[in-house]
């Protein structure tokens, strides 16, 4: 029984014992360590706007995708991808026979209904026929003028033509191929007006204003700017809780519809910790930074953001008002002796 009760004390000894023992060890090898000089400085808070960045495309205003309006071979196609057209330039020829046969069977009806009704007022006028009888002759005529309308309209299709100037950014058919009512034939593309089309998270796109300036960036063409809000939608979609934003975008040469754009967008003001360049040690994918306490570095391990004007702002790892070294921090070990400059 004494013999148990004296190795309860004895263990209760050396627990007690252990953290003394672990923190002479550690000023042992602090004073084994050099001191090191350094310069420090405090990790200073300040407000900033918080930025969001989301991702668009760069589109032309003016873009259709012509279409066939007739049935019929295409026989003629004289663009090719890339072609640059003007307003009302060819795009495409439908040969329609049918269509072609209708024209020409209400040119017939609309010279026989003339004709029926100059020979009808010729009697008329001998006292030979009857008022009630050149009234359904003119009535005739008109329903073979409107019959003539619509045939050479129907014949108008068969001619496809650009609404506006610009590129064919897209070519999906050839001669040869057969195309129907509502078949895509190409699509068209101007340049001289572009914008900026983005999906914007819905508690993001409530900030947003008509009109309101935004700055983008184009990476494909090292080109950064500044774009107006032009469009906003007014519902948000259900799947993705995003909502379209169109930024119009002045036009230059080194901008084409297609490539990917980022936009920047302004949020609410939060607190950021910044801390001189100087300060952040890269340790293979880590960064550290060495802080003062009681005169001695400890290593923290960090996450940095955003970098200006010698600064960069510390996301985690730090807190206001501590003591970073800024100067000879690249050889320091964690527990090393420092002596701060002035």
Do not use: W
């Amino acid at each position: 029984m004494q013999s148990r009760s004296f190795r309860l004390i004895l263990i209760c000894f050396l627990l007690l014992l252990s953290p003394a023992c672990d923190r002479e060890k550690e000023s042992k090898e602090q004073r084994a360590l050099p001191i090191v000089e350094v310069r420090v400085a405090s990790v200073s808070q300040q407000l900033q706007a918080q930025k969001n960045e989301v991702t668009g495309t760069v589109s032309a205003v003016d873009r259709a995708t012509i279409a066939a309006r007739v049935a019929g071979v295409i026989n003629e196609l004289p663009i090719d991808l890339g072609s640059v057209v003007q307003k009302g330039d060819v795009l495409a020829k439908i040969g329609a026979d049918e269509i072609t046969a209708r024209l020409r069977q209400a040119e017939a009806r609309l010279e026989q209904a003339r004709r029926n009704v100059d020979r009808e007022k010729r009697l008329l006028e001998k006292e030979a026929a009857t008022r009630s009888g050149v009234k359904d002759l003119e009535e005739a005529l008109r329903i073979a003028e409107a019959g003539y309308q619509e045939a050479r309209t129907m014949f108008g299709y068969t001619t496809v033509t650009a609404p506006f100037a610009g590129l064919v950014a897209q070519k999906m058919v050839n001669i040869g191929d057969l195309a129907s009512p509502g078949t895509p034939l190409l699509t068209l593309e101007s340049s001289r007006r572009l914008q900026i089309v983005v999906e914007v998270p819905e508690t993001l796109a409530q900030q947003i204003e008509q009109n309101a300036e935004l700055p983008f960036m184009v990476p494909a063409a090292d080109f950064s700017g500044t774009g107006r809000v032009a469009e906003i939608a007014p519902v948000a979609d259900p799947l993705s809780r995003t909502a379209t934003v169109k930024i119009a975008i002045e036009a230059q040469p080194r901008l084409r519809p297609g490539q990917f754009a980022r936009v920047t967008l302004a949020g609410s003001a939060v607190t950021a910790l910044l801390v001189p360049t100087s300060a952040l040690v890269s340790f293979g994918q880590m960064e550290q930074v060495f802080i003062v306490e009681e005169n001695v570095a400890r290593l923290r391990l960090v996450r940095s953001g955003g970098r200006n004007n010698g600064m960069v702002e510390i996301i985690s790892g730090l807190h206001g008002g501590e003591q970073v070294v800024t100067a000879n921090n690249a050889q320091l070990i964690d527990g090393q002796p420092l002596k701060v400059m002035p």
